[in-house]
């Protein structure tokens, strides 16, 4: 078969193929476009079949009592290819709808055949629930690959970088053979990680088996995985860009719920600036699941205060898919629930980076890449969590300890919905985090206690779930509640009142806390506030669809929505421990003479004078006093 081919014939061979091994410093720009179009030349093939229960009942139902959904696996895949050899990967689970999943991987001479998949759905009875197969059929070697037989190391490095045109210097390095089937090579730069290479088997475009050196080569914005010929031909079998290909089928941002939504994949969401590495990756470890730097997401059913060991969706390629149906109880989309949770509370993160929630201001991160702040705090997100119902919480502690999201199950309507599919609770969620480490300081988190800065933070929280709603095409005239997918009440939501510039719609002054006594209702006063304040920045700077903010080279936002949450955020560092609502709005009018010099005074003051907190607005002796008047000059 193919690996009959005599060491001496191969050197030649890779001779011919790297066209200048010492040539290439000259060609070290990347070309982001061209490297694009390689890899889809190469992408691998699809190979699987996939086989549901309903298509084929009576050949897939498994004569077994046994409870062990792994033995039951097993049997099934012998039963489907009696002959083949296989390993089990270690990453079986059973998932929240009580489907347990197992992963084989084919090998062959204990080389695993890296394009050779079979995996494995057990219902909880013990029979198949479905499974999926692309194990290789065709004809076996009948030997090993001989190690004097394989193209090195190094002629193979440069033949994936010539191919791919990647900005490395093979010749520069240092290989390390930890085997004569792996390597490693050191001392290369414009890598994130030394590129390693394994012997493999892969299949040739024409169907038949090779062995193969599966190289990966992680450049920062594109993380290869090259498999090359490694005996008889030293052609690229295929390539797979985990960065790239990074997806989530989910509502997209900012969709804020199902209804009459639909999901679709997002393909490498995150922000560039704000997740240097990724949403997988800290600067020591790489996941394959819902975590990353900024977060680690996962199902927390029983409500307990253990999270790592919990089952988080995973995918080797960083493809992150799961079913959801609208009808279902939330329970049996456990899995799509736990990847929309991480993609939102990711994808606010990002825009709030950007906004100015940095490593400095004391943000969640795991690794802060030497820009400041105390690391080691991505944020617990934990979805359908046990521990309550009809609501969501999140804890912040000082900065350096993570946060914890909770994402409660609401049962007002049948089926019960899951709180992680609402995109306006998860950011109310997140934002606490925000404004608890921004307000006195990063290390203190002891700033939005009483019952008036408290009662903020719930504002600043719906402000953000609500302004993050507005679309292009909304007015002024648009009014938004909060938590209206959750509970199920429409266009009313869970506040007194839903937010509009509509004196009618929404009569909260300054004065209407005078009969007021939780932290929420004192937050839908502030939000008020706030709204009236964003639709007189829309007003005077426009309205986008941005999904993410677009600064000038002053830093400050092109459009009125993001320039209302930026200075909105800067204010939240300016303020002091615990502050009223006189000194809240005065940092908001300050965080605007920092930004832009004061451009918006007029439109700050006018808002917060029509809802009562104007220049001579005051508590004395706990009673709140309306004023509507701006300061003279201001406008
Ligand atoms: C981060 O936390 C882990 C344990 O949770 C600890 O071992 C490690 O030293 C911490 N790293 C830093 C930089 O604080
Ligand atoms: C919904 O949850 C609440 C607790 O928040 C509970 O008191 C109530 O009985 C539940 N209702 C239904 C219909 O399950
Ligand atoms: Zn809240």
Not at 192 to 202: D, F, R, S, T
Not at 291 to 320: K, V, W
Not at 584 to 613: H, M, P, Q, S, Y
């Amino acid at each position: 078969m193919v690996w009959a081919i005599q060491a001496a014939a191969l050197s030649s061979l890779v001779l011919a193929v790297v066209a200048h091994p010492h040539a290439r410093s000259s060609e070290h720009q990347l070309h982001a476009r061209q490297l694009t179009s390689t890899i889809d030349r190469f992408r691998p093939r699809q190979r699987a079949t996939y086989v549901a229960e309903s298509r084929d009942v009576s050949t897939l139902s498994v004569s077994t009592s046994s409870g062990d959904y792994v033995q039951v696996a097993e049997t099934h895949l012998r039963r489907i290819h009696p002959e083949a050899e296989f390993r089990r990967a270690s990453d079986n689970y059973v998932s929240g709808n009580g489907i347990g999943r197992v992963y084989f991987k084919q090998t062959l001479f204990g080389f695993d055949m890296d394009d050779a998949d079979f995996n494995v759905n057990v219902k909880p009875d013990g029979s198949i629930f479905s499974y999926g197969d692309s194990l290789y059929t065709g004809p076996l070697p009948d030997a090993a690959p001989a190690a004097a037989a394989l193209i090195n190391p190094e002629p193979a490095l440069e033949t994936v970088a010539d191919v791919l045109a990647l900005p490395i210097t093979p010749s520069e390095g240092d290989y390390v053979e930890e085997s004569q089937t792996s390597f490693t090579v050191q001392g290369l730069s414009n890598v994130v990680a030394p590129p390693a290479g394994q012997l493999v088997y892969y299949r040739t475009p024409e169907g038949s088996l090779a062995p193969a050196w599966r190289i990966e080569t992680d450049l920062d914005d594109h993380w290869l995985t090259t498999y090359l010929q490694a005996e008889g031909g030293s052609e690229v079998l295929a390539v797979t860009d985990y960065i790239a290909d990074n997806s989530y089928e989910v509502f997209q941002w900012p969709t804020n719920d199902p209804l009459n939504n639909r999901r679709r994949n997002d393909v490498l969401p995150r922000d560039r600036e704000a997740s240097p590495l990724g949403w997988h990756r800290d600067e020591s470890q790489r996941y394959f699941e819902t975590r990353g730097n900024n977060a680690i997401a996962q199902p927390n059913t029983d409500g307990d205060a253990e999270f790592l060991s919990e089952p988080r969706p995973e995918s080797r390629l960083l493809i992150f898919r799961a079913p959801f149906n609208q009808a279902w109880e939330p329970k049996q989309y456990i899995e799509a629930s736990t990847i929309q949770l991480f993609y939102t509370s990711n994808k606010f993160r990002d825009i709030l980076y950007v906004l100015g929630f940095n490593e400095a201001a004391g943000n969640f991160q795991t690794s802060n890449f030497g820009r400041g702040g105390v690391g080691n705090d991505s944020v617990q997100l934990n979805t359908q969590d046990g521990s309550g119902l009809n609501n969501a919480n999140f804890a912040t502690p000082p900065d350096g300890q993570m946060g914890r999201m909770r994402m409660y199950v609401f049962n007002s309507t049948v089926p019960n919905r899951d709180s992680s599919f609402e995109a306006g609770i998860v950011v109310h969620e997140y934002t606490h985090g925000l404004t608890n480490r921004m307000t006195g300081g990063p290390a203190n988190s002891r700033c939005l206690n009483v019952l008036e800065s408290g009662g903020m933070g719930e504002g600043w929280s719906d402000f953000y779930a609500t302004a993050l709603r507005i679309t292009g095409r909304d007015t002024r005239t648009v009014d938004y509640p909060i938590g209206d997918y959750a509970t199920g009440r429409p266009g009313v939501g869970i506040r007194a009142f839903v937010y509009s510039t509509n004196m009618q719609t929404n009569p909260y002054t300054y004065s209407s806390l005078n009969g007021l006594t939780r932290v929420h209702q004192y937050g839908t006063v502030w939000c008020t506030m706030l709204y009236e304040m964003l639709w007189n920045l829309i007003d005077a700077h426009g309205n986008t669809d941005r999904i993410e903010p677009s600064l000038d080279r002053n830093g400050i936002p092109r459009d009125g929505r993001y320039l209302g949450m930026k200075i909105v955020l800067d204010a939240l560092a300016l303020q002091p421990c615990n502050p009223t609502f006189v000194q809240a709005r005065n940092a908001i009018v300050d965080a605007d003479t920092a930004l832009t010099g004061g451009e918006n005074r007029c439109n700050i003051w006018k808002a917060f004078a029509k809802r009562g907190l104007g220049e001579n607005a005051a508590n004395v002796g706990g009673v709140y006093t309306d004023d509507f008047t701006v300061p003279a000059g201001v406008c």
